[in-house]
């Protein structure tokens, strides 16, 4: 049950800009007096063009979206059994909003979405029926949202999640499971909407209260994705098969959570604060949108010590996904395996250089001679270094340990998880494989050089020479002359700074990243690669290898993972 966590610029500038009754429009018939008004007139003509664009491009989604877009959100709160939710109004009211700014209309087919309020079954059912409708009707490339808040349970009995209705009662029979996550998404997907989001912003908990003793639990429910999803999608290539789910092979859904399984959402607003927030934000597809905002809640709940919600989703989109206000060119080539798993990005083959030549300043003796070693197959890796949110869920699982959060000195979600040893690596790759049904591992030397150099035989991924705008590090020191800075003292977002010739951010500097390359004879210790915030800057060089023993936690030691990838994983 839910224990919740408990002036776009119009046309009429541009209009009256273009209008000019005076007979004198261009500078040569007019009086030199007027030229500089002229001049001022066709400046601000120019300028209210270029917002016109703007808005057209940012803040006119609707008009740009090529697929219609309905949307029904429910908000309920005055339950009849349960306990009545006190953020349920807020939450529908500030979704609804973000959906109309991003070009929906409503279920019921025409006018501004809004949120529709302590609904009935019947009523629940009503509604649910009509938006199918409307989703048909809309035709082939229809992008459909439900956004539900309220009570919700996970029915061991009926093994699905049922959205509750405000006169559902502790005696759920199989009449409940017209409301489960399946059956809802089952009916939407029916209509032939290509693109289905589902949010549901509920509780996951099982409810333990039986079901009435006559009650005959309806057979063959189930899960759209994630823990039992029939799609066997990997990440990569979606390959699609056989499922009542989908109507068509290009059809994709993304089903949605506000917290964790067998987890309660917290009654105060803030998923859909930040869900809002992040519908409008532009550049990123429904992935990175669901993504952020997990992240965000997640290290809400961190910084401020409160009790942890971490939001998950399970993803069943085919091909591209729809953006709700515009797409960002940086989100091609890379993908997720599940809600808690960091962005990926294939690596191809190829031949690596690895190793430092003889002349390299700073070079150390345990670098070997740089030789071209060949990578023969490709495998994913981690495009950013592995988050304090993403982090946080594993520990939030009893899987790995706490660690110091930095967020007094940067409270950005995005900034690296540290403080790491090399069995806290290998737990958290263990419970993202479990997470994802993916194998997740640590790198290898030779895989981690490669991906950090992207083909570049120098110093550095971007050259023989370092700056304070290339890298996190301790930027107080220089490297055969190079300027110096203040030093920071904190790892900064794990974007921070541009990323290399594979897209991949950080490489060198911000964290040291664990590998799976012993560090001595007897394998008690591990190399690390790419230096820190707190490295000087030679430490950042490619080549370089640093050994730490496996019983030593360093403020500075982060992680990014890898993955090996199928023959039939190709992006599309």
């Known amino acids: 049950m839910k224990i919740k966590e408990a002036d776009a610029y119009g046309e009429g500038s541009v209009v009256a800009a273009l209008r000019n009754d005076s007979p004198c429009v261009v500078a040569s018939c007019c009086p030199a007096a007027d030229r500089a008004v002229g001049k001022i007139a066709f400046l601000r003509l120019g300028a209210a063009l270029l917002i016109w664009l703007f808005a057209a491009w940012f803040l006119a989604p609707s008009a740009l979206a090529r697929e219609p ?92 999640l049922m959205l509750l209705p405000v006169d559902a009662d502790h005696t759920l029979g199989i009449e409940a499971t017209s409301l489960s996550r399946a059956a809802i998404a089952r009916k939407l997907l029916g209509s032939g909407a290509k693109n289905l989001l589902i949010v549901l912003d509920m ?23 994630g823990e039992a999803g029939p799609d066997g999608t990997k ?6 098969r056989q499922s ?11 089903i949605a959570y506000s917290t964790s399984p067998d987890q309660v959402a917290f009654d105060t607003g803030t998923f ?27 290290m809400s709940a961190i910084q401020s010590r409160g009790n942890f919600q971490k939001p998950t989703f399970d993803y069943g989109l085919q091909g591209a996904p729809p953006c709700f206000i515009s797409c960002g060119a940086g989100s091609e080539g890379r993908f997720l395996d599940c809600a808690n798993c960091p962005y990926m990005r294939i690596v191809p083959a190829g031949l690596a250089n690895v190793g430092s030549p003889a002349t390299e300043a700073k070079r150390d003796r345990d670098e070997p001679l740089q030789t071209e070693q060949r990578i023969d197959r490709a495998f994913a890796i981690g ?5 304090i949110p993403e982090w946080g869920a594993c520990v939030r699982d009893k899987a790995c340990q706490p660690i110091a959060s930095w967020s007094k000195d940067n409270p950005n979600p995005s900034i690296p998880a540290t403080g790491l040893a090399y069995p806290d690596a290998l ?43 290339d890298a996190n590090y301790d930027q107080t020191a220089s ?24 897209g991949l951010y950080q490489m060198n500097g911000n964290a040291w990243e664990l590998t799976a390359d012993c560090g001595d004879k007897s394998c008690t210790a591990h190399i690390a690669r790419g230096g820190s915030f707190e490295s000087a800057p030679d430490e950042l060089r490619a080549a370089n290898r640093f050994a730490v023993s496996d019983t030593k936690r360093r403020t500075d030691m982060g992680l990014r993972v890898v993955r090996d990838i199928s023959a039939d994983e190709v992006m599309q």
Request: proline share 6%; aromatic share 10%; net charge neutral.
């Open 69 to 160: 877009r309905l949307a029904l959100v429910i908000g309920n709160s005055s339950y009849q059994g349960f306990d009545r939710l006190a953020a349920t109004v807020i939450d529908g009211d500030r979704v609804a909003a973000a959906l109309n700014s991003a070009g929906f209309v409503d279920a019921t087919g025409t006018g501004s979405v809004t949120a529709h309020r302590d609904l009935t079954r019947e009523q629940m059912l009503s509604l649910l029926e009509q938006f199918a409708a409307k989703l048909k009707a809309a035709g082939p490339d229809a992008f459909g949202m439900l956004y539900f808040s309220g009570h919700g349970a996970a029915l061991g009995t009926f093994g699905d």
């Open 203 to 225: 509780c996951r908990n099982v409810l333990t209260e039986p079901p009435r003793p006559n009650a005959t639990p309806e057979v063959n429910i189930a899960a759209p994705g």
């Open 235 to 240: 990440g990569l290539k979606r390959i699609v």
């Open 244 to 254: 009542d789910l989908l109507v068509r092979p290009d059809q994709g859904y993304l």
């Open 272 to 298: 859909s604060r930040i869900l809002a927030e992040e519908i409008r934000r532009p550049q990123q597809d429904i992935a990175e949108t669901l993504k952020r905002t997990s992240d965000r809640v997640a």
């Open 383 to 387: 495009i950013y270094e592995v988050t």
């Open 427 to 469: 737990a958290f790759t263990a419970w993202l494989s479990a997470q994802s049904g993916q194998h997740y591992r640590l790198p290898t030397g030779a895989e981690w050089e490669y991906a950090a150099r992207a083909s570049a035989s120098t110093t550095f991924p971007w050259g023989d020479a370092i700056t304070p705008s």
């Open 479 to 502: 490297y055969r002359g190079s300027a110096t800075a203040p030093y920071r003292g904190y790892p900064e977002a794990v974007n921070a700074y541009p990323p290399n010739a594979f």
